[in-house]
């Protein structure tokens, strides 16, 4: 809480999350699009949750169902139905707001995710500072676009008008300033107002925005705070706008990883998710992906043309181009691809080789294990340093169920052979290339199970002319 907070100040915050975002032109509600792989909503979450932990509330109405899906844990969601706006979702939401004691609200749309809790932090202390009943941030972008814009008289805010209903005829020339949708409210001075909100305007809905002028027109303290140019806060409507601000926070990650130690070729071609954990010392070639909660080691290195999900890669350990791995775990000094694919559940421990064409899921691989070409490895456990020949498969699955395979310490599994589960292979054992493994096979064995080689003399024209031999 900001030093100047008056003790009896009980803070939440309201994120307006419930509207369709007709600009997106997705079947998808707008905020659950995207940006490095994470929601928006998530963004816009994060921070207002920084600020008040157990008091923030989201407003949901559009595919709503699709949103607490999306966000499982969250109990403090609020329906708007249908949606008429967004001062329609503040008086939606103000029963809520009310009954929890809260006496302020931070509001932010949920359609600007890259809102840092540092400046809802600072924002809170201007408003605070200055006693406001009605605040909100206020930008002076490049381009204005379709934001509402704020009219003031003599440096004084006046109004809020929606760019659509813009009159320069009433309003004056149209200025460049522009609402950025986050807003502060004393709860006990504006609730009052909202019943005076009509949809006599252009979208034919309450517009949060005309508690402005019915406060100033109330002799509230009303304030506009104006941060100039901060592409960070517009809010994003349309693909492009949200490429845009994708593209702003993407480079701030690069930047912060590079700065912390990280080395990372082509950094114009390398996403990082915001959570994804990346070591000094690491080193990462673009163009490459990395999202959700991947850690990559120090001494790590991810080549060009990688795609990693929720997979943790170990000190020193290699991840060759064209390698995919989702939720997997690859050891220290490990060497993956080019062209590997580890699905949910790889594991594979210190030193484990996967090359060219190898898939593995729900396996593990155990020290030194090698599987270096062309081989499927599903639902089993492989011991120390086995050998694991091109084009071996566990046959994993019947059609109904899934079995596992063990495979011993040492063991050697010969090129194109089937191990069908359930199966096990004996420390030490090897089989035979091309073999069909049914029964299990105990230590130290060779099993080779497939047709006895034979050679027939043919009639036919190969050999001379005899057709022998
Ligand atoms: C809004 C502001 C505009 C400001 C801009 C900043 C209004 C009327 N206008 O315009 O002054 O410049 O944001 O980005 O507020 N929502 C609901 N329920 C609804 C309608 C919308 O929860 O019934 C939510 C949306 O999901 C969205 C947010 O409110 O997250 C803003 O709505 P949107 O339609 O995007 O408003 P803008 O036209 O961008
Ligand atoms: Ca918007």
Redesign the pocket.
């Known amino acids: 809480m900001p030093s100047a907070a008056p003790p009896d100040l009980s803070l939440g915050a309201l994120i307006?999350?419930?509207?369709k975002?007709t600009r997106m032109y997705s079947d998808k509600p707008?905020?659950l699009q995207t940006l490095l792989e994470e929601p928006m909503l998530r963004y816009v979450r994060n921070a207002a949750i920084s600020l008040c932990p157990q008091t923030t509330w989201t407003?949901i109405?559009h595919a709503a169902d699709c949103i607490r899906k999306s966000f499982p844990l969250e109990e403090r969601f609020i329906l708007?139905e249908p949606?008429?706006?967004?001062?329609?979702?503040l008086r939606t939401a103000m029963p809520f707001l009310l009954q929890a004691g809260l006496s302020h609200i931070l509001v932010v749309?949920?359609?600007?995710p890259l809102i840092r809790p540092k400046i809802l932090r600072a924002f809170l202390d201007v408003c605070l500072a200055e006693d406001a009943d009605l605040a909100f941030i206020s930008l002076t972008p490049d381009d204005p676009a379709?934001?509402?814009r704020v009219v003031r008289s003599e440096s004084m805010v006046a109004a809020?008008v929606?760019a659509g209903d813009y009159d320069e005829t009433l309003h004056g020339p149209m200025p460049g300033e522009?609402?950025?949708?986050i807003y502060y409210l004393r709860l006990a001075a504006v609730g009052p107002l909202l019943s005076s909100l009509t949809d006599g305007n252009s979208g034919r809905?309450f517009?949060?925005?005309d508690l402005v002028h019915l406060a100033v027109f109330a002799r509230l303290n009303v304030l506009g705070h104006n941060l100039g140019n901060v592409p960070e806060l517009?809010?994003i409507?349309t693909p492009r706008e949200l490429l845009r601000s994708e593209e702003m926070l993407r480079e701030s990650i690069i930047n912060r990883h590079l700065d912390a130690g990280a080395l990372i070729r082509s950094p114009g071609a390398v996403r990082i998710g915001p959570d994804v954990l990346v070591e000094a010392g690491a080193s990462i070639c673009g163009p490459t992906e990395i999202y959700g909660r991947a850690i990559i080691r120090r001494g790590a290195h991810i080549a060009s043309h990688c795609r990693l999900t929720d997979s943790v890669v170990g000190e020193g350990a290699a991840v060759h181009s064209f390698s995919f791995l989702q939720e997997a775990e690859v050891g220290p000094s490990c060497v993956v691809g080019p062209y590997a694919r580890l699905r949910p559940g790889a594991v594979l421990e210190e030193k484990a080789h996967v090359g060219n064409f190898v898939e593995v899921k729900n396996s593990r691989l155990g020290k030194g294990v090698k599987a270096n070409h062309l081989a499927y490895l599903g639902d089993s456990d492989i011991g120390d340093g086995a050998n694991i020949g091109a084009g071996a498969i566990t046959c994993n699955y019947d059609g109904r169920h899934k079995y596992r395979t063990v495979i011993g310490p040492g063991a050697f599994i010969g090129s194109n052979s089937s191990l069908v589960a359930p199966v096990s292979i004996g420390e030490g054992s090897a089989v035979g290339a091309g073999s069909v493994i049914i029964k299990e096979v105990p230590d130290a064995s060779l099993a080779i199970a497939r047709g006895r080689q034979r050679n027939i003399p043919r009639n036919g024209k190969i050999g001379g002319p005899s057709g022998r031999r």
Do not use: F, M, P, S
């Not at 749309?109 to 600007?112: I, K, L, R, W």
């Open positions: 307006l999350a419930a509207g975002g707008k905020v407003i109405g708007q949606q008429r706006g967004t001062g329609h979702a749309n949920g359609d600007t379709a934001y509402g809020i929606e522009i609402n950025a949708g809905e517009y949060l925005t517009l809010g409507n």
